[in-house]
């Protein structure tokens, strides 16, 4: 008997119309009343909650405390870091894509962490190595890579980052996020491997999300979103996803400078001399002219 009417906690878990409510050491199965749906707000893994019970089964959702960003795939709020798992080959590295997954993240106040993989597989006939990678990185983000799956020393490293933050994996499919996780976590068991993982999205987006508490932190069971677009983002907000650029801004002649054409441009003179790699500030203009002609859309409920 727990005689506490309400209580503050975290979901853990979403299943079946159950939400599992981490709070005081102990997880109660909770559901959400008719009234709370009304409000129109669907609690997700990650979310804040008041909610009233006087066991561990039958417990109520009272409130959703605000969130500070939420994911849609997986479904999770109050998500703190990403791990974003690139391979080297198989696929090919590509600091496009790459790009996008960060601005993503940059854009909901996630703060990345980049994984390289298969670097075992290098031939060094690719046109991107690893020092190429950290070069244009390294200042910016956490770079940890792994030279092999069986790579220890890279695991703990990324381990350090847990403590204290909830962590959710994204990567382009076959790029190692169910290998890394499975090796993270060996009970997960995570079919590796898999293809069915990049197709048939409404398929797997049903599937439910868990947190894990590992290493004094917690970690979405699910690997992430494979590709991206930038539906949502405004085109005067991408140049504060690129930290360097923001960095650099200080010292542009106009204040709302878009980096572009403007004289005076700090972004582009840094450009001119390496301070600032090609490929960012390349990436930048393309998508600054993705969201710029995107055609009009009525925002998805
Ligand atoms: N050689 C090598 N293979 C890897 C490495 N990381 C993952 N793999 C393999 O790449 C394939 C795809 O990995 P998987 O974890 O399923 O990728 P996911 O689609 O991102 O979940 C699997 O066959 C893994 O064994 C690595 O560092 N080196
Ligand atoms: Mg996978
Ligand atoms: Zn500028």
Known sequence: ??????????????????YYVYAEGQTFQTRARGN???????????DEVMFESDNLTDGYLLE???RHNELVRPPVANVDQGVIVM??????????????????????????????????????TETVSVAD???????????????????????????????????????????????????????????????????GRGKHTTRHVELLPLFDGLVADTPGFSSIDFLEMEATELPKQFPEFVEASHLCKFRECMHRK?????????????????????NYLQFLSEIENRKPMYRKK
């Open 1 to 18: 008997m727990i005689g506490v009417d309400t209580l503050k906690g975290q979901i853990r878990k979403a299943l079946s119309g159950f």
């Open 36 to 46: 709370f749906r009304n409000r129109k707000i669907t609690p997700l893994v990650g």
């Open 64 to 66: 959703v405390f605000p």
């Open 87 to 124: 391979s080297m080959v198989e696929p090919n590295f590509s600091f496009n894509l790459l790009d996008r997954f960060l601005v993503t993240l940059e854009d909901k106040g996630i703060e990345p962490i980049i994984y390289l993989t298969k670097i075992d597989l290098l031939t060094g």
């Open 133 to 199: 990678v950290q070069h244009v990185y390294g200042t910016l983000y956490p770079v940890i890579a792994a030279t092999s799956v069986s790579d220890e020393g890279a695991v703990h490293l990324l381990e350090q980052y847990f403590p204290e933050r909830l962590t959710v994996f994204m990567g382009q499919s076959g790029a190692g996020k169910s290998t890394l996780l499975n090796k993270i976590s060996p009970e997960l068991q995570l079919a590796t491997n898999e293809i069915s993982e990049s197709l």
């Open 262 to 282: 403007e004289p005076g441009c700090e972004v582009k003179a840094l450009v001119e001399t390496g301070g600032i790699a090609q490929t960012r500030y390349d």
